[in-house]
Structure formats: structure tokens, C-alpha cells
């Protein structure tokens, strides 16, 4: 049965994909399509090729696995995830903005990425690429107030409360994918979770957002809840349709697109596993993991999808596909409970601190004639040197001053392995704001003073059990210097 805002956005696809055939092409190219597949609190130790005593399914990431690389150091710039959506977009870490720690509690927020900016998605359009941003957008949109100007809502949680009332749904949505070097865009605003509840077709509402949602309202008797802020909602609107509705859309595109002259990158960012954990009817029970693990199923089934499409299309063998995760998992299903699952394996910690559960992150790289098959890859990798990299995939001049911690990690994404101290170090950064900083194996974080506080060797202790500060000062205190300089380094 299609609720209303199914049947919107079922007739939006035909006028959006003859637009989209219309457009202008440029000379045909050689060049891969290229898809980013952005999981919401995916875990390290979610996915069964991570960790064999995964209580979830997930056959299709393990496929992917086995059909190419999956790395084993890779990391989220930030525990959280505005920040790390801002940096791996910009190739520049989100603490050089005005977004200190944690993340947008609203989408009526001035746009993080500022228009000058360059980004991925500008990079890959100069070089020929047709471009899509689809799913979870997060970083701010300019919704017009009533009367004019820009709405702009809350700036903490507040609970959940603190929605905002006064807004013009009938007039276009400002700052978003299209003014970045995106050609087309269908968005989740600002997450699951967050106001306002509603879908996105380029720059105008998807349906008419008429219904007020009460904080910890879930949209059907018996589902979660959990952590669902006040705010306008559309009509029809369903939680458990959001990941099925995305996953069309990025189908969608992938199919008006593969037959045509131009290459094409589409950044899919899922809504999964991210709270409130609301999986649809046919992800029920798949996991022995909660509503939570049924959602990483989810999720896992979203990317069967865009691989089956690819390959109806008779593209897989020319596409660069990277599977990975915006910050590390919560330890619990919504249900309170983890079920025996190590949503994170072995790692200390989870979603928003400084040790590994909460950044390092799974990433899968499939590539067909370029990168090996059923490798691992142990080069460390941060999500914000993707714009280097596709770039130099493209051949793209990036601007002077464009993605400054961005480095290309090109070599690895074809299988090569890279020496972790050859590269520039590595700044993470935490919900709370507090830093730390990785140059090869060795990895030290600060307290809320920005005074050394723990120093590990991640080669030696990956679950960083033995805090080396004492027994290495000196070495601390280098890196604490080359953090300080690489903070003070400029914007």
C-alpha cells in the first residue's frame, strides 16, 4: 500500500529523469562512474567481513569484500556526523568552520559548505561527470521564513524539543546539493531523526510538510522512537519507508544515467542504522541484533540493490564503488539491549570519542580491472581524502587552496599498500570537540585542556589498552606540536 508521499515521489521520477536526459552531455570518456555509499553509524564490527561473529547478515557488503578491497584502517575525520559528512565533501576538516563539536540539531541552519567552496561533486562535474547527491543530507539548507530571509532553528538538542513552526514550504530551498556541483539531488534533510521530516527533489518539498511530530513520536503503533526531534512532517509521512524510498531513487538514477555519454558519481548517503531504528516489514527479524542489526540488514540489502542495478545495467565492470561509514556505531539496539553483538568488534569505544570505535570505520572498495579482488588493505585512509584522490582519478586540477587536508590515496584504492608515515598525519576530532592526532602507527589524544593524555601504538595495541604517555613524553610531546601547528595552519 503507497502512502501519499510514495505516490509524489513516484510521479516526480519521470519528469526528473527526462530532465536529466535532456541535459546537455559532454564527449564521451573513459573514465569510471564513481558511487560513495554512505552508511549512518555503521559499525567495524557490524559487517560480517569484519567480524565472522556478526549477529546480522550482511551478504552483499561481504560480497563486495571478496570482489575487491576492504581496508582495515580507515577513518571518519569526526566521531560524528556533520563533520564528517562537511569533510568528506570538502576534502577540509570541519573544525577549520564555525561547527566546533557535535553536529546540525536542525536542517534550518545556514549550509555548513559555503558556495564558493569546492567539493567533490564541483571536481567530478568540471571533468565530465553527471552528478547526484541522494539520502541524508545533514549539513544546513536555507528554508525561506514567511515574510523573508532564511529560517534558522535550534542550536543544542534540547531533548528533541524546540521545533521550529515558521516556515515557507512553497518557496525554494536554498544552499543545498545544487549550489555545490551536484546536477540533481533527493534528500533526507538532516537525518531519520530530525526536523524537518520530510524528503527533498532538488530544491522544493516532496509533498506538503502539514503535520506537526512531537518529539519521541514514532510514525507507527509498536516502532521506535527514539531520539525523533518535533518538527514539521509530511503528509503520509513513514520512517519505515524512508531507506526502501532512497534506495529507489539512487536505482533510479543509476539506470537514466548508465547508457550515457557521460560518466556519472552519485554520493548515496543511507538514513541506516541510525536511531530511531525503523526497519521496514521485509527487515524484520533478519538479525539477531535488534530492530538496530535489522536495519544494518537494511542496509546491507540497500547496497544488493544498487549493485544489482549496476549490473542490469551493464556497468558493474566500469564502476568504482566505495562502501564505508560516517562515525563508528552506538553499542545498543533501541531496545536497550546489544543482544551479544559488538556493534564496534574488538575496538574501545563507539560513536562521538577519540578511541577507534568511534571513527574507524568500515571500507570497501570494489573496482573491476583496476583493484584486486578478496584483499585487505591495511593503509590508513580518512574519508577526507577522497576529493584528492578522485581527483587525481579524473585528471582534475583541483583549485589553489582547495581540499587542504585532502591527500590522495589513489594508489590504495587500486590495491596498493600505503606507508602510513609517509603520509601527512591524521587529525580526529570528537563529538565534545577534543582532538587527537595519528602519524603512522602511533596515535595521541588530548584532554579538554588540549594537554596529551593517552598515546598509543596502534600496531601493537589496536585495542588500545596501554597508554604509552609516560613511558614516551617526548614523542607525545612532537605530536602535540604538530597537532597545535596543524590547527594554526590557516582556514
Sequence with gaps: MTTPVARRVVRWLPFALLLLVAARAAPASRLPNIIVILADDLGYGDLRCYNPASKVPTPNLDRLAAEGLRF???????????????????GRYSWRTRLQNMVLWTEYEEPLIEPTRETVARTLQRAGYRTAAIGKWHLGLNFAKPGGGFVRGKTHHQSGRGGTRDVDFTQPIRGGPLALGFDTAFLLPG???????VFIADDRTVGKP??????????????????????????????????????????????????????????????????NCTPPDFARGKSQAGVRGDMVWEFDWSVGRVLAKLEEMGVADNTLIIVTSDNGAVP??????DFGHKSNG????????????????????????RAPAGRTNDSLVVLTDLLASFADLAGAKLPAGAGPDSFSVLPALRGTEMDAAARPPVVLHSGAGHFALRQGPWKLQLDAKQQPAQLFHLGR????EKNLLAAEPERAARMAAELARIRAAGP
Excluded at 72 to 90: I, K, M, N, Q
Excluded at 248 to 272: L, V
Design 72 to 90: 582495515t584502517d580507515a577513518h571518519s575525520p569526526a566521531a560524528v556526523c556533520t563533520p564528517t559528512r562537511y569533510g568528506f565533501l570538502t
Design 191 to 197: 537525518g531519520i531523526n530530525l526536523e524537518p521530516h
Design 210 to 275: 502539514t503535520v506537526w511530530r512531537e518529539a519521541a513520536a514514532p510514525t507507527q503503533p509498536g516502532t521506535s522512537g527514539l531520539e525523533v526531534h518535533e518538527g514539521w512532517m509530511a503528509e503520509g509521512w513513514r520512517d519505515d519507508a524512508v531507506g526502501p524510498t532512497l534506495t529507489a531513487q539512487a536505482e533510479a538514477f543509476i539506470a537514466a544515467h548508465a547508457r550515457g555519454p557521460r560518466p556519472f558519481f552519485m554520493y548515496y548517503a543511507s538514513q541506516a542504522p541510525h536511531r
Design 332 to 337: 545498543k539496539s533501541d531496545e536497550g539491549d
Design 346 to 369: 574488538d575496538l574501545r569505544g563507539s560513536k562521538g570519542g577519540l578511541f577507534e570505535g568511534g571513527h574507524r570505520v568500515p571500507f570497501l572498495v570494489r573496482w573491476p580491472g
Design 461 to 464: 595495541d589496536p585495542r588500545e
